[in-house]
């Protein structure tokens, strides 16, 4: 794969899931190039599908496929993509089954004109919505909640036949987390949800403007980052400039922390925090936090890298990459005859014998979803000789699943959930085990914890889910379901 998967505990196997990536240009030449590297720049966000859509002149010419950024597009059929306006995708599945057609962009002839819609995020409202619109006489072709997206916003612009009174009505209705970005025409349109959960940041590029889901998409194509869209804001970019056309975010934002920690990869500037200074960050505070005796600090490559470096730093104990990965097996699979010689961890990771035997190992990783990955890598560390491995981990212990578009859905996946960390501890085998608290990660982070979901780590979420308790909500009893939440 082009950009290394991050965190994931490291390991193929069962995925943990990642967010999906959006981005959109507005330029005076091609943009479908653009759009291509704008993808390479953020591949970790989703390997399963990507696509762009882009308008020709006339109407809206599309290409997707299953697979890598490079997999899916040649010069020929970027070629076949000619326009000046178009937007991206690329998706993780966190709804909807792995297959071509939730591939996204979806695009819809409307009697209006093409309307076409790249969606990171989940909508936590999406049966209600979809059912509404069923009576109402509309039908679907997918289960995604992205398509209920892009028909909502279809049937409001045939209400409203103004493409930005449409958007601003969808969004009245849409509740969840929604980075989007639309085509309508030759115009393209960001949208940020009201409470800023996925990121989107907006930038210049040559002849023109944009947005993608990471800043990271800006320094690759040779443009510049200008800043973050802002939450509930809709923005229209063209060759000449970034106009706001509506800024409905609420009072306290909710932006995701499991950017920080997992997702975004450490160049990204997400809301005015470098992701990188951030892990750094978590690191030191948690060596302040768990110190511990020992002589080598390790990271879990890639995704314990910056957080190991910043306990270093801060403990003085030497950092050393003790564990080398192979970067060339993200599809692999073990031989069915070779299945008890070969150890499916040592596929990825491989440890540095003469970094860790006869050693105190500090291992430091971003987080642990199940466990079974962080227990393989400590007896990998254990075999290689090392004396002591004691766990630090980078993000709180996660013990309530995300409906907001992360693939983490159900309770007795995490291995956090009813264990105490002395139980987490013996249960990946560790000699010690202890994570970042919530106080630290949101001071490693550096915005008020009212301006953060924590909805994983505390079961308490931004958004109004049934079941669920709300952030403003003081007990269970008080909880209103979605459907009779007042549109
Ligand atoms: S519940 Fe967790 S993973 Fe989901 S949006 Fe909130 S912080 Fe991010």
Redesign the pocket.
């Known amino acids: 794969m082009g950009t290394p998967r991050p965190g994931g505990e490291g390991l193929p196997g069962p995925r943990r899931g990642e967010a999906c990536g959006v981005a959109g240009f507005s330029v005076g030449g091609e943009v479908s190039p653009l759009l291509y590297y704008a993808l390479r720049a953020i591949q970790h966000r989703g390997q399963e599908s990507a696509g762009i859509a882009v308008f020709d002149g006339n109407r809206a010419r599309i290409h997707r496929g299953m697979g890598l950024v490079h997999e899916i597009f040649s010069p020929a059929t970027l070629k076949g993509l000619q326009g000046s306006s178009g937007i991206a995708h690329v998706r993780y599945s966190t709804t909807g089954l792995s297959k071509i057609e939730y591939a996204q962009p979806i695009v819809l002839h409307t009697l209006y004109g093409d309307l076409a819609v790249s969606h990171n995020g989940e909508i936590v409202n999406a049966a209600e919505l979809r059912e509404e619109l069923q009576l109402k006489g509309l039908a679907f072709s997918t289960d995604l909640d992205s398509e209920v997206i892009v028909r909502l916003i279809a049937y409001e612009l045939s209400r409203h036949r103004n493409v930005v009174e449409a958007l601003k009505a969808a969004m009245r209705r849409l509740r969840g987390?929604y980075a989007l970005a639309v085509l309508f025409g030759d115009r393209v349109f960001c949208i940020r949800d009201p409470l800023g959960?996925k990121p989107l940041a907006l930038g210049r590029v040559e002849g023109g403007w944009g947005f993608a889901s990471e800043s990271v998409s800006f320094d690759i194509t040779s443009g510049e980052f200008v800043r973050d869209v802002m939450p509930g804001e809709i923005v229209e970019v063209t060759p000449e400039e970034a106009i706001t056309h509506h800024v409905g975010g609420e009072d306290v934002p909710a932006h995701?922390?499991?950017e920080y920690v997992y997702f975004a990869r450490a160049d990204s500037v997400i809301d005015g925090r470098c992701v990188y200074d951030v892990r750094r960050n978590i690191g030191r505070i948690l060596a302040r936090e768990a110190p511990v005796e020992a002589d080598v600090v390790i990271p879990v490559p890639d995704s314990g890298r910056a957080h190991a470096l910043g306990y270093s730093t801060e403990s003085g104990i030497p950092l050393a990459e003790g564990i080398m990965k192979n970067r060339y097996v993200e599809r692999t699979f073990i031989l069915p005859e070779q299945g008890e010689r070969v150890e499916s961890i040592r596929i990825k990771l491989n440890p540095v014998r003469s970094v860790i035997d006869g050693k105190r190992v500090i291992l430091v990783d971003d987080s642990i979803v199940r466990g079974n990955t962080m227990r393989k890598i400590v007896r990998m560390l254990k075999r290689a000789g090392a004396k002591e491995v004691h766990v630090r981990i980078g993000c709180p212990p996660i013990i309530a699943p995300?409906y907001?578009?992360?693939d983490m859905k159900t309770r007795d996946q995490f291995i956090a959930s009813g264990r105490t960390v002395d139980e987490i501890g013996r249960a990946i085998e560790a000699d010690s085990l202890a994570y970042i608290s919530i106080d630290g990660l949101v001071r490693a982070i550096g915005m008020p914890a009212e301006h953060l979901?924590?909805?994983?780590l505390t079961g308490v979420y931004p958004v109004k889910i049934r079941g669920e308790k709300y952030r403003y909500q003081l007990t269970l009893d008080s909880y209103q379901t979605s459907s009779q939440v007042p549109p």
């Open positions: 987390s959960i995701c922390m499991f995300c907001l578009g992360i979901c924590l909805g994983c």
